[in-house]
């Protein structure tokens, strides 16, 4: 079991940067693997990105590739969602979570992009990007 509390929303103009946060309780956070999903106003839940429990692999959606990077802290038992050159369609309300069986492998990219795959979810942050 895992508690999860992202922060670190806003607004922000379009082109700004912003780095969320996903703090995580309990002594077993380096055992999950983890991910961000966001939600826009009247939208299906979409996968953002994924970083495995030793941070050794990553997997960003094709949408934010090259502008987020997924990155972890596991000494912190802390996930990192780094965004720059922010688009307007980016907002929503970003959510992290934590899954205990997705690991690296064949199956990796497809999994890790299910929200069906993970176990534990935070309650969310608004991401606001004005035009």
């Known amino acids: 079991q895992v508690q999860l509390v992202e922060s670190g929303g806003g607004l922000v103009q379009a082109g700004g940067s912003l780095r969320l946060s996903c703090a995580a309780s309990?002594?077993?956070?380096?055992?999950?693997?983890m991910g961000w999903f966001r939600q826009a106003p009247g939208k299906e839940r979409m996968f953002v990105a994924a970083?495995?429990?030793?941070?050794?692999?990553?997997y960003v959606a094709d949408s934010v590739k090259g502008r987020f990077t997924i990155s972890r802290d596991n000494a912190k038992n802390t996930a990192y969602l780094q965004m720059n050159s922010l688009k307007p369609e980016d907002t929503a309300v970003y959510s992290c979570?934590?899954?205990?069986?997705?690991?690296?492998?064949?199956?990796?990219?497809?999994?890790?992009?299910?929200?069906?795959?993970?176990?534990?979810w935070g309650q969310g942050t608004q991401v606001t990007v004005s035009s």
């Open positions: 970083i495995t429990n030793s941070g050794h692999n990553t």
């Open positions: 979570a934590a899954s205990r069986n997705l690991a690296y492998g064949a199956i990796w990219l497809r999994s890790a992009a299910s929200p069906d795959e993970y176990d534990f």
């Open positions: 309990g002594r077993t956070f380096s055992l999950y693997a």
